[in-house]
């Protein structure tokens, strides 16, 4: 049992590095094509489809989809914000955002419920936590600025994106530390 705990808790580690790491180079990216509208789209789409693939992946290696049913409904949210994003970009930078927020909405629910789910076995759950109540509020945030006059950018989505990136690579953080304060115990 020690063994299957230190392999999930390496996993977790391994995986919200690669969350953070992934968000850190779509928040470059972001920002430096920001002025460019297909290049700036193309990011937008694959920002939530790398969400669908990454709950697919963790989900996978945590028992499957079955087991994991808020990552498994997170998958579909995230494949058809992918979708709604493609649709959006056709129609108003202000549709965008307003996709954006309510996916915000639901992907953060489900982190937080996928965090609640897994604070009996891992730490750092607090985080990801976290994460996924702020991640809601953002996207209320976000589709509150939908309605408003400014024509919104990519750029209105980054700090969203950095938030999650900071949470990803905090936890990550959490589980090395934990993980050497249990092996020095």
Known sequence: ???????????????YFTRAAFSLVWIAAAIFLAGQAGAAGFL??????WDALANLVDARVNGGLRANPSQTLNVAVSTVTALAVIIALGMSTHAVLAVFGAWAILSGLLQLYTGVRRWRT?????????????????GGFMIGRSLGSATPTILDIVPYAGFGAFYF???????AVAARRKAHA
């Open 122 to 138: 891992e730490g750092a759950q607090w985080v990801m936590m976290l994460s996924g109540a702020q991640s809601a509020l953002a």
């Open 169 to 175: 690579l905090l936890s990550s953080i959490w589980l």
């Open 44 to 49: 937008l789409v694959i920002y939530p489809l």
């Open 1 to 15: 049992m020690q063994n299957q705990s230190s392999n999930q808790s390496d996993w977790l580690r391994s995986y």
